[in-house]
């Protein structure tokens, strides 16, 4: 097994990673920018080197740098984690040419999954059905404008490259789509530095399903069930759980096996997710390979009782699936909420800041994968997750109530939080009831506001907090969520956005 | 006592009687009575008829951002707004400028100086934490200056950008 | 459901029962004494009544209080966790008298059980194999010396009522034996209110292994597997697992149907424990029934997935059973360590105090279900648990390198506690090989001291902090686990006390 | 600069070059040299050779509890013991009374005023936290006074017992 492994990631994740590594006796190297030099897989680390400054292309996205790293500390293994160098092909190339393990598929499979046109030519070779949309990318909007025509408004402008929503804009009308293009590419450009994009129809009734695969060096590969991701904002999943309503045992079973034929076509291995659209009609299409890591693998954790990670490295170290199919036998259910540093009074804009109070819920059944602690600053410069709030339970009703009473129990002071906002979209109706497609947001809660019921008791805090004095100095009102004049200004369309 | 408090951008004003550990607010239908304990810098326990409320409290002298069973409250007192300088002011009525949101970069200035905009047009787009965000006008009016170009990092309390506003409403003095 | 509970408890039992009540919906009531004013349990619950001063028999055990607090609050039905009321038949019949929902077993089968002779013969008739010693307590010290010589030494001086390791005494040769009585007799009495006490054979190599069995209204009877408690300190468990490493299969469900035997015997309804001694030629015998839910309960909700409180309460509401004994089935390894506030460098001697820093672990597969928080005041007067803490993982070794782990990120200032010697008892090879009995510790470990290998790393911390002044004034000394006179004092012969 | 420190009742003399953020500790074999960082009132980032430990720290001026990879340390100026009353000096050596060692209720005397004890003989019994603990005579000597009575609530800093010592050993001076 490796003696030491660099962890190219931030935040929550590298944290996650780095859990496993101490479990498994694996020494730990964290990278970080200079935003980052007290952030909390700094700390958790037993090495850390400073990469440059905060720009990612400077620091977390700079290869030469990461790679130097893990040579001047004897890393032998690099894991990326999700996001930043996780899908970048020829950063497991670089990897592959130095010597050092890249815990995750090779390059090649990186490049073509990472692709998303070539990953959709495979699919159809391996008999998985994918979405209508353009076979390329393509940067003439003449083209652009007569494929859309074709396959029909709206259609979604994709970054090939990337994902967790970023490089990513919905298309109604033919007016929108060049200004959506342009700003596709351009955040496609700072986020995974490919600003290349093509179009797919978009389908604005559909769930977002996807299978969980692991495939060792031997040939086994399996899946572990089915995650549905279909609660999103800007394109960005918020809540996910498992298993999926909707699925009946067929389709389940017909979709896992899609799955993994969608992995062996691609010579899939380590993990990875299948991600899949499925319509109303519970026709289901290949949309992609995450070709690392999700952020929402707890969930599948915690109902199978195993934990990913340690099978990635498992896998990358060249041992065989400790595994099989007939094992697998998902519990109960499980819900992740995405905790951002953000506002969802306000288009969901990132709120970073400094955490000056900071108490995380606890008890049976409750997980948070934190990447912040009381006193860090949440720097601008990174995507503001904070952590991922997961819960168990026998059943999915116990398992929201376990949510809400997590979600109300999670006290976050100096930065804003979706805490309220999830409580009420896990309380109302089309959740409970299961209704939940891609989008949801927009159809239940697209002007949501904070019910501000408890008035009176909040008055009688701020008079008691006046009255019985802190010991420590007051606080920078400036950290903690002031409404400052711009809030009557911005009408934070981010969705739409054109 | 009176406060005379912006809750949550709502102008309210509460007259409380304070015994020791028991705040008293005169409602209009009937008086609402609270113990309160302080149980940490963050955190005062409240009890009101019985029922038990923990009230997590952040920030300053300035505002207090209050957190009750899972939502939060912001809360300042209106004199104290009504010390701050002019430029400052816009929090509920009235501003005449379009601040950053955030510590971000700006992305593309939309708008030029003289130019005549309307309410809702945009004028400034902005990236921070690897989102796009767009800065509107907040009225009809005229652009009377530009403090930012593109590739600019800027903080929130920054101004970009100066308009003035085409017809001035009433403003709001007594709500 | 029941609309409201009082939870006749204090500390981290009663924030986990009030968990599942506020998962279920249903509101909470905490009870506390005047040391416990701002105890975490009293700032987790809807709403509290104060009992009275912080001696037990004027608070926590004392039942009219208790009836009048539910009375006056209206609860309908009251939980009492483990220790102070939970196997009080009295209380439990008080509770039927007043039409208050006991949550627990009939106060008849508490009374019958309670008596540790009354349980004897039950179980004898119930066709379950138990101890070789007296049938009844007694008092004249003749009669006790005479039935010690008839069964042998060492013999065990054990309180009828109670349980937790309190009122129970070795005795290794007769001079000991009178001692050893009066001073169980007097913590029984204090604990328990019941000063009476018998003998038993004691086995000094044998393991503690109990079975978890759960009954409703309807005849349904099942048992939720094994727990393995054998490291225990003073008679008290500190460290349990399950599964059990000795027990083969045909073992494990042998003694899981003399477990459901043993229950029904008794006529048994709602979670219980019927604990077992397992000799070194794997011949058990059944010890006593708890008739409450175990401190250890977590291990067995972690490998089932499944929440005991919840399912107590509904048990006791009335309703049957939704599992049946075909689809239990244990999966992974999950460990409990309790951290209690006491100092294990002086025979695990109590440290109460102020909690000044309080940094608890997570991650995955990792619980703490926790009574105290950052700032509270641990207070002298009640057993001194801060919390357990729990881990789960796919292999027993993984579990107990995921526990080491979580040990070394659970960082209390203030007080006291056991972390590093828990750290150095997991990683014995004893322990690693699962060579566990109940005299464990005091074979391995009866005169450890902490390895204090890293004191140049301490003495540089100690100048860092003195150079790099903290923002905060310097703490009081006194609560800081400071070096006091009496430390070169005592010898805390704890474990076999005269 | 030097440090005359009681490292867990181990007197242990540092001389240590401090540097801006960077503290060379010089040991008989070779210097050993950690750079620090704090992160918060009661944690320490330390860099030892390109290894990071954390460092949680507690306590005051008198004694620091240090906690790192899960081992505590207990670390106190030696000169601020020289200076402490000789009543409560006695940490290290030369013990001459019983305190008690934390709240609790005397459950038992077992000695008197004027009899002679063995060191390790039992003299009183306490209960606290539902348990019961002993205190031993931590030497040969004479009971000279008994401060408490059964019943009694007791706190860390009372002297239960004074005993005259039967015969003084060499005072550790210069350890």
Redesign the interface.
């Known amino acids: 097994m490796f003696k030491k492994i660099l962890i190219a990631n931030r935040g929550e994740i590298a ?2 990673v780095m ?2 590594c ?4 694996i020494k730990t190297v964290a990278v970080y920018s200079e935003a980052d ?2 952030a909390a897989h700094v ?1 958790f ?4 080197v400073l990469l440059g400054p905060s720009e990612p292309a400077q620091s977390y996205l700079n290869m030469d740098k990461v790679i130097k790293a893990a040579r001047d ?1 004897g890393a032998v293994a690099i894991h990326p984690g999700y996001g930043f160098l996780s899908e970048n092909h020829e950063f497991a190339k670089r990897c592959e040419q130095e010597g050092i393990v890249f815990i995750g598929p090779s390059s090649d499979v990186i490049r073509d999954l990472g692709d998303k046109i070539t990953s959709r030519k495979i699919m159809k070779k391996g008999n998985v059905p994918v979405t209508p949309g353009l076979l390329g990318s393509e940067t003439d909007i003449a083209i652009l404008y007569q494929v859309a025509d074709e396959i029909g408004y709206p259609v979604l402008v994709k970054a090939t490259a990337g994902g967790g929503g ?1 490089g990513i804009r919905v298309v109604n009308a033919k007016d929108e789509l060049e200004e959506a293009v342009a ?1 596709a590419s ?2 496609a450009q ?2 995974f530095g490919n600003s290349e994009v093509y179009i797919e129809k978009f389908f604005t009734r559909a769930r977002h399903v996807e299978f969980q695969v692991l495939a060792d060096d031997f040939g086994n590969t399996i899946h572990l069930y089915e995650r549905e991701c279909s609660v999103q904002r ?1 394109h960005q999943k918020i809540i996910e759980e498992t298993p999926c309503l909707v699925l009946t045992d067929e389709l389940r079973k017909e979709m896992g096996q899609a799955a993994v034929r969608a992995a062996k076509a691609a010579s899939y291995k380590n993990a990875g997710t299948v991600e899949f659209l499925l319509d109303e009609n519970n026709r289901f299409y290949f949309l992609e390979i995450n070709t690392r890591l999700q952020v929402e693998h ?1 969930i599948t ?1 915690m109902t199978l ?3 990913l ?2 099978h990635q490295i498992e896998i990358a170290a060249g041992n065989p699936l400790s595994l099989k199919q007939e094992d697998i036998h998902p ?2 259910h499980s819900i992740e909420c995405r905790i951002y540093a953000e506002d969802p009074e ?2 969901f ?4 800041g400094k955490i ?2 900071l ?2 819920p ?9 990447g912040v602690y ?2 860090v600053e949440v720097p ?5 997750i904070l952590s991922k709030l997961v819960t ?3 059943t999915r009703d ?1 398992a929201i ?2 949510m ?2 997590a ?2 129990d999670y ?1 976050v ?2 930065v ?1 939080t979706p ?2 906002f999830l ?1 009420d979209v896990l309380e109302s109706k089309a959740f409970k009831e299961g209704q939940v497609f891609t989008d949801f947001i927009d159809v239940h809660f697209s002007d949501w506001k ?16 006046e ?2 004095g ?3 100095p ?5 950290q ?15 969705t739409k ?1 054109g | 006592m009176e406060y005379d408090l912006i809750v949550n951008s709502e102008k309210t004003l509460v007259e409380a009687k304070i015994q020791d550990r028991e705040i008293t607010l005169q409602k209009e239908e009937k008086p609402l009575t609270a113990s309160f304990e302080r149980v940490s810098d963050h955190q005062i326990l409240l009890n009101i008829n019985g029922t038990q409320l923990n009230a997590y409290v952040g920030g300053g002298k300035d505002v207090k951002t209050i957190i009750i069973d899972g939502r939060t409250y912001y809360i300042r007192d209106a004199d104290s707004l009504a010390q701050a300088p002019a430029g400052k002011k816009g929090f509920k009525g009235g501003a005449k400028t379009v601040c950053a949101p955030m510590p971000a970069m700006v992305i593309s200035i939309l708008a030029k100086e003289g130019q005549m905009v309307e309410k809702g047009q945009k004028l400034v787009i902005v990236s921070a934490m690897k989102m796009e965000t767009s800065l509107f006008a907040p009225f009809d009016g005229k652009v009377t200056k530009i403090n930012a170009k593109e590739g600019d990092k800027v903080m929130p309390t920054d101004i970009l950008v100066d308009i003035e506003q085409k017809k001035e409403p009433a403003e709001e003095t007594n709500e």
Chains 1, 3 share one sequence.
């Open positions: 944290v996650r859990n496993t101490k479990d498994m006796g030099s007290k700390l680390a037993d090495e850390a500390t970023k700003s351009r955040e700072n986020a800007r707890p954790e009782g195993l934990d990670v340690r519990r109960g306000n288009g804009m990132p709120s970073p000056t109070f108490k995380e606890s008890g049976p059944g409750i997980r948070n994968d934190a009381q006193g601008v410069d990174y995507d503001p168990y339970a026998e116990q109530a376990k809400i009473k979600l109300k006290i002071l100096g804003k805490m309220s409580c904070s019910n501000a019921e408890m008035i009176d008791a909040a008055v009688i805090a701020y008079i008691a907090d009255l019985a802190r010991a420590a007051a606080l920078n009102a400036k903690t969520g002031v409404p400052t004049p711009w809030e009557t200004l911005g009408n934070w369309k981010m956005v």
